[in-house]
């Protein structure tokens, strides 16, 4: 099986709703499994409409989330398509957690495009809400990153 | 073999592709803007990517963003479409040094074709017929010089020039420094390269091209001309195959020119290669380093297809058709529908029926965006003869339903109804002469 074929079904995987998947062909095996340590990760909530969701199926509102917002929290959404790192080095500690209260020029996190290492900053004050994108995923342009209340 | 398509484009051609990436057996991977969302294209493909806002030179021309998105979503391939990057050597090049294959000629052919000077000196280089002019870049002194020896009226046309821009006629010497200034300035702005050069302005001549197919073997091989004199404001409008001005023979010298052309070049993927025939000549004009958005009438005459042989191609495989094997058989000719608004098409009915092909990526319900081109569909139909194409064309345009935006299909039932159209007789300047019959 080509390494390109492997991302693939990787990726279907990722998305689909197993949990376990054994593949066989031409005598290569491939076993993808889903390692549920904690209860899936809160859809992201939505006070503003976000810019870019890239959406499959329209996704019902989640009943409880509109509640437990505060009125003024804001997305701050990926200016460009690169991969989300949380922190300088793999080995560092994040640059922001949930709960951060940080001042403006406060690097982020890292969008790392074609090799370039973009440092990503808050543009004000802000309250870390929440942090949307797990650690080394890819994003695209407009994926929600943080969701942040000014201060 | 390709595994992973990324195709950089939208509109009806990356519908186009994606049809031929599942034919093929390829995934395929859409970039898109903000503003397509909900694009045909977009519904389509086996994944997608947002690459930007909706205006183009943050989306659709963001190579940062076009390239990344290739690489993360594990791509090995690169398809440029028609328009946006599509003749961009330093995307070509920034594709290649990320480890993907670009689906077109390398970035250095792409860049010497680039400049029509030096394309048109290559084509001189090999005994291809050649418009007379200039030699080279002219300056107002040089250019008044070269129209004294050729005599007017001539045209001005910019190196780096595309889609009528940086393009002027001139018709006396008086007026030739000022109208080059002009053009250059235009030329600037659009494509930040003034270099002009000038030829002999050709009188109501046939814009005629062959379509080449090349793969990385060493195999050119040529599928016939179309014709695509009927042109408003250097924009084509109805495209046919094969042409009434062109004789086996002739098409046999055009070809074999085109072939030799681009076999010298060392092209790969698809191409068309541009003339312009008068009194049984053809001229060399230019070459157009991609697929063409005409390229479908070529399909229905001969049969192949061209999008999966540029493919093959860049897969470094190699062609499926040989010289010998290409046939032009009955002919085709395409409508370009274009939208004169943006909006939602409420009602949306597609022509069907023996020998009619429809390329488009509307739908019910959709909304055309403002930000880009205005061609939303191409209607293609094929006959035995000329005769029968037409007529059905003419039932095809009537059976077409767009409500919701305005389009020019009503203009393209009275061109392809036009005497002057129907018997063939015609140069570049019949839409000109339509228009101020009052009829479109």
């Known amino acids: 099986m080509e390494l390109n074929e492997l991302y693939a079904l990787m990726e279907k995987f990722e998305k689909s709703g197993l949990s376990e998947l054994v593949y066989k062909r031409n005598g290569d095996e491939v076993c993808l499994k889903k390692v549920l340590t904690s209860p899936p990760a809160p859809a992201p909530a939505v006070v503003q409409v976000p810019v870019s969701r890239p959406v499959h199926e329209p996704r019902a509102p989640s009943p409880e989330a509109p509640a437990k917002k505060g009125p003024e929290s804001e997305l701050i959404t990926a200016p460009l398509v690169g991969t989300f790192y949380r922190a300088a080095a793999p080995d560092a500690p994040p640059f922001v957690e ?17 090799k370039l290492m973009n440092e990503f900053q808050a543009e004000f004050d802000l309250e870390i809400v929440n942090i949307l994108v797990e650690n080394g995923r890819m994003v695209e342009y407009g994926t929600p990153l943080f969701e942040v209340r000014r201060t | 073999m390709i595994q992973s398509l990324l195709i950089a484009n939208r509109g009806e051609i990356a519908v186009r592709i994606i049809r031929c990436c599942r034919q093929m057996g390829i995934r395929s991977v859409i970039a898109y803007s903000q503003a397509d969302r909900d694009c045909l294209p977009v519904l389509m493909a086996d994944d997608k990517v947002c690459i930007g806002p909706p205006p183009a030179r943050d989306s659709y021309l963001n190579v940062r963003n076009l390239v990344t998105a290739a690489v993360l979503t594990h791509c090995d391939a690169v398809h440029p479409g028609v328009g946006f990057l ?50 080279g870049s002219v300056g107002s002194r040089e250019a008044l010089a070269a129209a004294r020896k050729i005599g007017y009226p001539v045209i001005v046309k910019a190196a780096a020039g595309g889609g009528g821009k940086g393009m002027r006629i001139v018709r006396a010497g008086g007026e030739l420094a000022d109208v080059l200034a002009i053009a250059s300035h235009e030329a600037e702005k659009a494509f930040s390269d003034g270099t002009m050069y000038l030829e002999k302005y050709l009188e109501n001549p046939r814009h005629v091209e062959i379509q080449i197919v090349a793969d990385r073997k060493g195999n050119v091989v040529h599928l016939g001309e179309r014709d695509c004199t009927v042109q408003q404001n250097h924009q084509k409008l109805v495209e046919e195959s094969p042409s009434l001005a062109v004789d086996p023979e002739m098409r046999r010298r055009m070809g074999d020119d085109a072939v030799r052309l681009l076999k010298s070049l060392g092209y790969t993927g698809a191409g068309t290669v541009e003339f312009l025939v008068q009194e ?17 009438v070529s399909e229905m005459v001969t049969g192949v297809d061209i999008i999966r042989q540029q493919i093959l191609a860049a897969s470094e495989q190699p062609l499926e058709i040989r010289q010998e094997e290409v046939r032009l058989d009955g002919y085709a000719v395409e409508c370009r529908i274009n939208a004169r608004s943006a909006g939602k098409v409420v009602r949306f009915h597609v022509p069907g029926g023996f020998g009619v092909r429809m390329d488009t990526f509307l739908y019910s319900g959709y909304s055309v965006p403002p930000w880009y081109d205005h061609l939303v569909a191409k209607l293609i139909v094929s006959g035995r003869s000329r005769t029968e194409g037409i007529r059905r064309m003419e039932g095809a345009l009537s059976e077409l339903v767009i409500e919701g935006i305005a389009t020019n299909l009503e203009a393209q039932k009275k061109i392809v109804a036009h005497p002057a159209f129907r018997r063939g007789d015609y140069g570049t300047g019949f839409l000109g002469e339509v228009q101020k019959e009052g009829i479109l």
């Open chain 1, 98 to 114: 949930i709960g951060d209260v940080v001042k403006k020029g406060k690097t982020l996190c890292i969008l790392e495009a074609m």
């Open chain 2, 86 to 135: 599509a003749e961009n050597a330093d995307f070509a090049r920034d594709v290649r040094d990320a480890g993907l294959l670009f689906i077109g000629p390398d970035p250095e052919v792409i860049e010497l074709l680039g400049d029509k000077i030096r394309a048109k000196h290559s084509a001189r280089e090999l005994g291809i017929p050649v418009i007379p002019g200039s030699d």
């Open chain 2, 280 to 296: 049984g000549k053809h001229y060399f004009m230019e070459v157009n380093a991609r697929v063409q958005v005409e390229h479908p």
